[in-house]
T-cell receptor
């Protein structure tokens, strides 16, 4: 079975400050890792994915995450946040299903609140 | 703009009504999913369809009935729902086994 822990339910931060949202996972099989962002009254948008290869993955809007297998972590970072980054962030692990598709296990989410 | 389209965006229904939620994607994805999300909680998987066949049912009550008419469409038929079924219902699709899921904006369902 897989599980995901997001230790911080809320993270307040001032605009232009750096931020780190923590994510730890456990799994007995190989997993794929994702960060999703959810803005109010919207669905989930894929922010980052780690499938294989380089352990540091970057998004187009300045976020990055590093896959650390020894620490079973996939923390999300941004060096300078903007007010528009205020949203709920979900870390998720994915396992492939034998019948096709995959199953996502989500963390409980971290509410990032950027203040002026 | 999301590439997974869900209709309607909002739905209010009584406990005796029958209604359907619709999900459509034209990305050629062969796996499609239904999730239920309560406020301030992560999405909970309900059903997985792969190549138009139901592959996972996460012990969902029978008042929820999924249907996959073709590879681009996914429906969720609702009947005799309870107030605790009020939630955001999200549809997602994915291209291949390891590829990420893409989500629609959801249908916000309220049961009176």
């Amino acid at each position: 079975a897989q599980s995901v822990t997001q230790l911080d339910s809320q993270v307040p931060v001032f605009e232009e400050a750096p931020v780190e949202l923590r994510c730890n996972y456990s799994s007995s099989v190989s997993v794929y890792l994702f960060w999703y962002v959810q803005y109010p009254n919207q669905g989930l948008q894929l922010l980052l994915k780690y499938l294989s290869g380089s352990t540091l993955v970057e998004s187009i809007n300045g976020f990055e995450a590093e896959f650390n297998k020894s620490q079973t972590s996939f923390h999300l970072r941004k060096p300078s946040v903007h007010i528009s980054d205020t949203a709920e962030y979900f870390c998720a692990v994915s396992v492939v299903l034998t019948g096709g598709g995959n199953k996502l296990t989500f963390g409980t989410g971290t509410q990032l609140k950027v203040e002026l | 703009d999301t590439e997974v389209t869900q209709t309607p965006k909002h739905l209010v229904m009584g406990m005796t009504n029958k209604k359907s939620l619709k999900c459509e994607q034209h990305m050629g994805h062969r796996a499609m999913y239904w999730y239920k999300q309560k406020a301030k909680k992560p999405p909970e998987l309900m059903f997985v369809y792969s190549y138009e066949k139901l592959s996972i049912n996460e012990s969902v009550p029978s008042r929820f009935s999924p249907e996959c008419p073709n590879s681009s469409l996914l429906n969720l038929h609702l009947h005799a729902l309870q107030p605790e079924d009020s939630a955001l219902y999200l549809c997602a699709s994915s291209q291949d086994r390891a590829q990420p899921q893409h989500f629609g904006d959801g249908t916000r369902l309220s049961i009176l």
